[in-house]
């Protein structure tokens, strides 16, 4: 069964919709393809959930250890190759106001966020570069 169902809008945008909850997100070619760059382009999106992933790994490891993540954010930057075009690097760079202060739980976060199944799926030539202010 799928999982997501997509549809192209015309002018270099797109459509979909996630099944299960029926939410719905948009896509649009950046303005250095193209494209309006008005939503999310799809390597965006890429980056986004690169991001995302591992914040959702860290919060299963501080749930289980119960430590909250209250604080925790974080900024993408995507770094775009241009012959062929193509993501080269994401940064993450995560902030946490008041992390907590046990040493061995913080590199137990770090190591989660390191391992998140998009991190893992992502091509060997897209280098991930995480910075960890805390």
């Known amino acids: 069964m799928p999982t997501i169902k997509s549809s192209y809008l015309g002018n270099l945008r797109t459509e979909s919709e996630h099944l ?3 939410t719905q997100l948009y896509t649009d070619a950046p303005l250095d393809n193209n494209g309006k760059g008005e939503k999310f382009s799809p390597t965006d999106l890429v980056a986004s959930a690169l991001g995302s992933c591992m914040v959702t ?3 299963i490891v501080a749930n289980r250890d119960s430590v909250s993540l209250d604080g925790l ?9 241009s012959s ?12 946490w106001e008041n ?10 976060l770090k190591n989660a966020a390191k391992t998140c199944p998009v991190a893992l799926s992502l091509d060997s030539e897209i280098k991930q570069t995480l910075r960890f202010n805390f």
């Open 20 to 22: 299960q909850s029926g």
């Open 57 to 59: 790994i860290m919060g």
């Open 73 to 81: 954010s974080w900024e993408v930057t995507k770094i775009m190759q």
């Open 84 to 95: 062929p075009r193509k993501i080269s690097e994401i940064i993450v760079e995560f902030h």
């Open 99 to 108: 992390p907590v202060e046990d040493e061995a739980m913080l590199q137990k």
